[in-house]
């Protein structure tokens, strides 16, 4: 029987992301981010257990999603092998930039060493190796068609963009030390932003739903690896913190449109459920009721309650599955019978004692 399931792990506010598919036992597996430095310990024992993955993708250089890989290559032995790497480093962002026009080239920033990029080079992965230029970009000529892996996965690359990686140059430094993945930074944890959130009660999807879209402008966000994976007709979304309007594009180049939307299995929501990332206009053009956020809510307070107004108005007569790896405020609070009665969806959290793992299975 063909398997395939998104598996999502604890991962603070962050991701830990296993893609699973195949028929037993010649199970694959492809593993998306490692979350923060806190959550590799737990993590390993799991890894370990998977032996051999077809794809490690480490998606953008935000701590949230990078840190646990700082932990992995600090150790003597790693845990697991990697078949192959997606990682954009500074190297790809030069050579991204390079690839541009003239008058779209950004300026250089110093070059500095970072501990993921050394890790990678001492583990002998290959890195990018699907890519002639070795950048994971929708403007590379390999990113135009989809990318098939052992077992009969296919991944369509939807983010980044030459420009959205080379924009993150002039700030490479500044990123690398809030990420903590320069060799000489120990970086505390971000503080908790001090507004920007509403403040949770009866909530009125309505009105959530009305509030502006301001797209996130944050430019490692803008660097994030995402795709589209496929297995046995069946295709999940993994948006990493992806641009909404880049991951737009790239599914309006597929043919998706808002008379023809694009069939999606489940959307692993961008950005842990920012109301920056997932705009109307995407949400118009794909076909989809399961939405899986991973967040404890720290930090940032997310899943924000806009964008879950917006999904639930966006599509109010089908039923709808919002799927949350961890009962935190953000997400407990659409746990209400009366609200999940009106708008038609139901919440999926984790089994009691798994708290932050959610298993989908994406051919059900």
Same mark, same amino acid.
């Given at each position: ?40 310990? $737990? ?14 993708? !480490?998606?953008? &250089? =935000?701590? =949230?999603? &990078? ?79 989809? !990318? ?10 939807? #983010? ?9 140059? $002039? /700030? ?8 903590? !993945?320069?060799?000489?930074? !120990? ?37 994030? &690896? ?14 990493? =913190?992806?641009? #909404?309007? &880049? ?21 692993? /929501? ?9 705009? $109307? ?47 935190? $405020? ?27 793992? /959610? ?6």
């Amino acid at each position: 029987m063909a398997t395939f399931t998104l598996t999502l792990h604890p991962a603070s506010e962050g991701d830990a992301l296993i893609l699973t598919w195949g028929k037993a036992p010649a199970l694959r597996h492809a593993l998306v981010d490692l979350g923060r430095g806190g959550d590799y310990k $737990p993590l390993k024992p799991l890894l370990q257990g998977l032996g051999e993955v077809e794809l490690f993708a !480490l998606s953008h &250089i =935000d701590a =949230d999603h &990078i840190e646990g890989a700082v932990s992995l290559f600090k150790a003597p032995d790693l845990p697991f092998k990697a078949r192959e790497v997606w990682f954009n480093a500074r190297a790809q962002l030069l050579a991204a930039n390079a690839r541009l026009a003239p008058e779209q080239r950004v300026p250089l920033g110093s070059k500095q060493a970072e501990k993921v990029s050394e890790g990678l080079a001492a583990s002998g992965w290959p890195l990018n190796s699907r890519f002639a230029s070795r950048v994971v970009s929708v403007d590379s000529p390999e990113g135009a068609a989809p !990318l098939t892996f052992a077992g009969g996965l296919q991944l369509t690359l939807l #983010s980044p963009t030459d420009q959205s990686l080379a924009n993150l140059l $002039p /700030v490479w430094l500044k990123e690398l030390i809030r990420a903590g !993945l320069r060799l000489e930074d !120990l970086v505390a944890p971000p503080p908790p932003p001090a507004d920007g959130h509403v403040h949770l009660g009866g909530l009125d999807v309505e009105a959530l739903a009305a509030m502006d879209f301001k797209p996130d402008q944050t430019k490692p966000n803008g660097s994030s &690896i995402a795709f589209i994976a496929q297995y046995n007709g069946a295709r999940v979304l993994m948006a990493a =913190d992806a641009y #909404s309007d &880049i991951v737009e594009a790239s599914l309006r180049r597929l043919g998706a449109s808002e008379t023809q939307r694009y069939r999606l299995a489940c959307l692993k /929501v961008a950005h842990h459920g920012s109301q920056g990332n997932t705009s $109307p206009g995407l949400l118009g053009i794909i076909d989809c009721t399961c939405f899986a956020f991973s967040t404890d809510g720290s930090r940032h307070g997310h899943p924000d309650p806009q964008l879950i107004a917006r999904i639930l108005k966006a599509d109010p007569q089908r039923p709808k599955t919002l799927v949350f790896n961890f009962r935190q $405020p953000q997400t407990l609070c659409w746990n209400v019978p009366a609200l999940m009665q009106k708008w038609n969806y139901r919440c999926v959290f984790p089994t009691v004692g798994q708290e932050g793992r /959610v298993a989908l299975d994406l051919l059900a």
